[in-house]
């Protein structure tokens, strides 16, 4: 069975799952990585989400406030061997009600061409490809979306 709990970046299942995502993201990345690493600090993050199957953690994700009226979506990961069961689109719908319930309508985020498996996850759920925004503007492995939910 699966369930989902709100929480923070200070949560040990959030901060391991995290930490197996900075793992497989500087192998993905390589030499690129300490480009992102920079944009990808989770400690003061007030918004995680923990999807847990069976007591186990399976599934997190983040989001950081932008703009007044945007908010990123940060931290997503689902480890190996849980993946393709859907529970990416499970954290992602979670992040999306509590966006809601922040008053936050627009939804942005930034992934990377070598996950590939992220770009179709977001696209299947409703994200559109904007031009890179912020920090992202100008690199050519980055890849940004954008969903409005109002």
């Known amino acids: 069975m699966m369930h989902c709990i709100r929480t923070d970046s200070t949560h040990a299942d959030f901060k391991k799952l995290v930490t197996e995502l900075d793992a497989e993201l500087r192998i993905r990345d390589g030499d690129e990585s300490e480009f992102y690493e920079q944009f990808n600090k989770s400690d003061s993050i007030k918004y995680a989400v923990v999807i847990y199957q069976d007591g186990i953690p399976v599934g997190c994700g983040?989001?950081?406030p932008y703009t007044k009226d945007s908010i990123e979506?940060?931290?997503m990961y689902v480890p190996l061997e849980h993946r393709s069961k859907g529970i990416a689109s499970?954290?992602?719908n979670e992040l999306e009600k509590w966006a809601i319930e922040l008053g936050f309508?627009?939804?942005i985020?930034?992934?990377g061409i070598r996950q590939p498996?992220?770009?179709r996850l977001y696209t299947k759920n409703g994200y559109n490809s904007i031009p890179n925004y912020g920090q992202y503007?100008?690199?050519s492995?980055?890849?940004c979306f954008e969903k409005h939910l109002k």
């Open 105 to 107: 309508y627009h939804l």
């Open 117 to 119: 498996e992220a770009i």
């Open 62 to 64: 983040a989001l950081r």
């Open 109 to 111: 985020l930034e992934t």
């Open 141 to 143: 492995s980055s890849v």
């Open 90 to 92: 499970l954290v992602v």
């Open 137 to 139: 503007e100008g690199v």
């Open 73 to 75: 979506v940060k931290r």
